[in-house]
């Protein structure tokens, strides 16, 4: 996949965040006051995922996404 889901939201509901995190979504992030150094961390794991990827080495891969 190159497309990477991130889902903001104002609502404080973690079931909603489980919810959107299992369908699929790269991360989820409650809008807050850092909304701008979130987003700067989860564009910085996207990063490293899509080396990662692009190094195509199965075994780093299998275990970073064990843990996202």
């Not at 965040?17 to 910085?44: H, M, P, R, T």
Request: proline share 3%; charged share 25%; hydrophobic share 45%.
């Amino acid at each position: 996949p190159n497309i990477f889901t991130i889902m903001i939201s104002a609502q404080e509901d973690m079931q909603t965040a489980i919810d959107v995190l299992k369908n699929g979504a790269f991360d989820y992030i409650q809008k807050s006051a850092n909304l701008e150094e979130q987003l700067k961390n989860v564009l910085a794991k996207i990063t490293t995922v899509k080396e990662i990827i692009r190094s195509r080495k199965p075994s780093i891969i299998k275990s970073i996404f064990q843990y996202l």
